[in-house]
């Protein structure tokens, strides 16, 4: 484990889609709550 490794870790990475969905067209096929819920029921 080195110290950038773990700052990685405990970092929250979120990332502005708005660019990438005004250029692309692009929308996500699942929503974050939607994909929330799924990680939550794969977890139970």
């Given at each position: 484990?080195?110290?950038f490794l773990a700052e990685q870790l405990s970092t929250?990475?979120?990332f502005d889609q708005r660019r990438?969905?005004?250029d692309l067209r692009?929308?996500?096929a699942?929503?974050?709550d939607?994909?929330?819920a799924r990680l939550?029921?794969?977890y139970r």
């Open positions: 484990m080195t110290r929250a990475h979120w990438t969905r005004a692009w929308t996500p699942v929503t974050l939607e994909g929330f939550a029921a794969s």
